[in-house]
């Protein structure tokens, strides 16, 4: 028996299973093996050292999977933050239609999604960052503690 969910039936997927971004093992490889299984695998954005990394990593996702699979971008404070604005027209670009967000102020990454098209999930940690995410227009969150 499958379980459809309001998720399985907005993204595509068979399973309501989202694999997280996960730093340095959220590649083609775990992405795709998870869409493949019928859940939504997810590309780690800065697992790619730049933002041109990362169109070639989606390019290659897409040579091993035809099912639906999406990017995560975090959004840490940092002296040299990455460029994610880059990163977020990379995503744009690639014609990705799931991205879940993660991390500090997602506004106008969420905006920019949004007017593409892209299905957002917001990964928070509070109740008061989910409010936030909800406010500033995620589609669904993803709740998540800390080990």
């Avoid at 954005?45 to 996702?61: D, F, G, K, V, Y």
């Avoid at 007017?115 to 509070?126: D, N, P, R, Y």
Wanted: net charge positive.
């Amino acid at each position: 028996m499958v379980l459809q969910t309001k998720l399985t039936k907005l993204v595509g997927i068979k399973h309501p299973i989202v694999q997280g971004g996960m730093q340095w093992v959220g590649t083609a490889e775990l992405a795709s093996a998870v869409s493949n299984a019928g859940g939504l695998g997810i590309l780690t954005a800065l697992t790619q050292p730049t933002p041109e990394h990362l169109r070639n990593e989606i390019r290659r996702c897409r040579t091993m999977t035809s099912k639906p699979f999406g990017v995560n971008l975090t959004l840490l404070p940092a002296m040299t933050p990455p460029p994610y604005a880059e990163y977020g027209d990379v995503i744009v670009q690639e014609g990705i239609k799931v991205v879940e967000t993660a991390g500090n102020n997602p506004g106008e990454h969420i905006r920019k999604f949004k007017e593409a098209g892209i299905f957002v999930i917001h990964k928070c940690t509070s109740i008061r960052h989910a409010l936030t995410a909800q406010r500033l227009g995620a589609d669904m969150l993803s709740i998540d503690g800390f080990e």
